[in-house]
């Protein structure tokens, strides 16, 4: 007998199994099809974030009156507080012109008015965090500068402006979403090897007959088994490719479209950049699960 | 040589199925072991399969102690013995050459060797001419000739067969009863055969191993079946 049997015998009674194989194959693939999508979800609200202007940056506006002095003594001392990674200087005359900039030459008019006396707009610094576990204590230090160093506040400061609870929501919305994704995977994945498990068991008793005259016949262990083993990592194998395609499918087809339509808000990586990832996902998961759930059916009904 | 020394097996405990059980079978014996329901019969030969293990005392087959025996041998011991079922256990969907080279492919042989010798086992057992028919073309007796060839297909040394005339009229059950009879003395196979049918047990005068609740009451060579 060749050694290579199981595989036909697996593959005969993956398609011997027809309802149950579909069966198994559907719950697998969407099981699959949840992960892949949980995993891309992470993956773009990274980059995503990672592209939000200023999200890890902090905006300090001085009070219009603040004298010049006071303003390069206030930067040096920003500079020598904790938590800090750059300190970035805006003149009053720079933030004006980035206004008109902003909104584009039909607007541009309503600056027009504006000179170096008039100019409404405060001198500013954005200063760029290290730690966002540090940016309350950073916020309340910038609050209170003391640009004369004589130990109390000098009310230079007008408003201090920061993206802290932006950054604290997304990161909540992505623990949310890899806490119940996980949960929800567990599940499925669960649900997964229970369905392939009943698939291989309902095959177990399709060749009841077959296995029994083996084992007398003096078959061992592995070559019984093997074929069922193939067969659910057949299952699973089949589920992986059929999670990928509708993946890549969803991927460049409706997200893509969405992306463009959120550009600027969404990033949304090149698929090629992640299809290595994917198929690892997906075949190597559908594989572990199919072979798993065939071990679990099959292991009771092993005893010699 | 199949040696039960002082074997009792119990499936829940003080509740013995066989108890004390002394028997030596040399090769090339041919033993009949009869008793009636609930005696111990079907128990004794799963114990020979390793199908269970003993509770006491000690089973040697050759050169396996099936009391102390790691279940990934157990194979390796069944491929001594050729098994004959009183249901038959055929696939019904294999022709008699696929049922009797299924053994030979478990157990790995060749395709070259499965095509050269299936149909001198087939040819044994007279059933040259339905080679090719399914199990539903043949008669009980017939049935039973496919399960006997291929319980001889991996060449074993001992053959039990399980009521093998249980499912059959009693003319085919003395064809299958001459067939066993032949291979031990023709091939010198060591034959145990498992019956109630005392007609049949009467008729051979071989050795017969008498069972009643559990322990041996009788063992004689040449014997007649104990009512």
């Not at chain 2, 249980?166 to 009863?177: A, F, Y």
């Not at chain 2, 010198?188 to 005068?205: A, M, N, P, R, S």
Request: aromatic fraction near 10%.
């Amino acid at each position: 007998m060749n050694r290579l049997n199981f595989v036909s015998e697996g593959t005969r009674q993956f398609f011997r199994g027809r309802f149950r194989t579909f069966a198994s194959i559907v719950i697998l693939t969407s099981s699959l099809l949840l992960v892949g999508v949980f995993a891309t979800l992470m993956i773009v609200i990274n980059k995503s974030v990672d592209n939000i202007d200023d999200f890890n940056k902090i905006v300090v506006y001085m009070k219009l009156d603040t004298q010049s002095e006071q303003v390069s003594n206030a930067k040096k001392q920003i500079e020598g507080l904790k938590n800090v990674k750059s300190v970035k200087f805006i003149s009053k005359a720079d933030a004006l012109s980035s206004e008109k900039v902003k909104f584009g030459d039909d607007y541009a008019y309503i600056f027009d008015s504006y000179d170096e006396t008039t100019n409404p707009l405060p001198d500013s610094f954005e200063i760029e965090y290290v730690d966002i576990n540090g940016v309350d204590a950073l916020v309340y230090n910038l609050e209170r500068l003391d640009a004369d160093g004589d130990g109390k506040d000098d009310g230079i400061v007008d408003k201090v402006k920061n993206r802290y609870d932006i950054a604290k929501n997304i990161n909540n919305f992505k623990n949310v979403i890899s806490i119940g994704g996980t949960w929800l995977m567990s599940l499925l994945i669960a649900l997964s090897v229970f369905v392939i498990s009943n698939t291989i068991r309902l095959t177990y008793h399709s060749r009841e007959l077959e296995v029994t005259v083996m084992r007398y016949i003096g078959a061992t262990k592995t070559y019984i088994t093997m074929p069922f083993m193939f067969e659910g990592a057949l299952i699973g194998l089949v589920s992986g490719l059929i999670g990928y395609g509708v993946q890549y499918y969803i991927y460049c087809g409706p997200m893509a479209e969405l992306a463009k339509k959120l550009e600027g808000y969404i990033i949304l990586p090149a698929f090629e950049e992640m299809n290595p990832l994917y198929l690892a996902i997906y075949l190597g998961a559908g594989l572990v699960l199919g072979i798993f759930g065939s071990a679990i059916a099959i292991r009771r009904f092993m005893k010699a | 040589m199949i040696e039960f020394k002082n074997v009792s097996k119990a499936y829940s405990e003080n509740n013995y199925v066989l108890k004390d059980i002394n028997i030596k079978i040399n090769d090339g014996e041919f033993v009949f072991i009869v008793g009636h329901s609930g005696a111990g019969k079907t128990t004794l030969t799963k114990l020979l399969l390793r199908e269970e293990k003993v509770s006491d005392g000690r089973l040697i087959i050759d050169n396996f102690r099936l009391d102390k025996m790691r279940e990934s041998k157990v194979p390796y011991l069944r491929r001594t013995m050729g098994f004959v079922f009183q249901d038959f256990r055929l696939f019904p969907n294999k022709t008699v050459y696929e049922n009797v080279a299924f053994a030979m492919q478990v157990i790995g042989a060749s395709n070259k060797k499965i095509k050269k010798e299936v149909p001198a086992f087939i040819e044994a057992v007279g059933l040259k001419d339905r080679m090719h028919a399914f199990p539903a073309q043949l008669s009980g007796g017939e049935k039973q000739r496919v399960a006997l060839a291929r319980a001889l297909a991996n060449n074993p040394k001992i053959i039990i067969a399980d009521e093998p005339t249980g499912n059959i009229d009693p003319e085919m059950s003395l064809d299958i009863m001459k067939l066993l009879i032949a291979l031990n003395e023709q091939l010198g196979k060591t034959i145990i055969v498992v019956t109630h049918e005392k007609d049949l047990v009467d008729k051979f005068q071989k050795r017969v191993i008498t069972l009643k609740n559990g322990i041996v009451e009788s063992d004689r060579t040449g014997g007649m079946y104990n009512e």
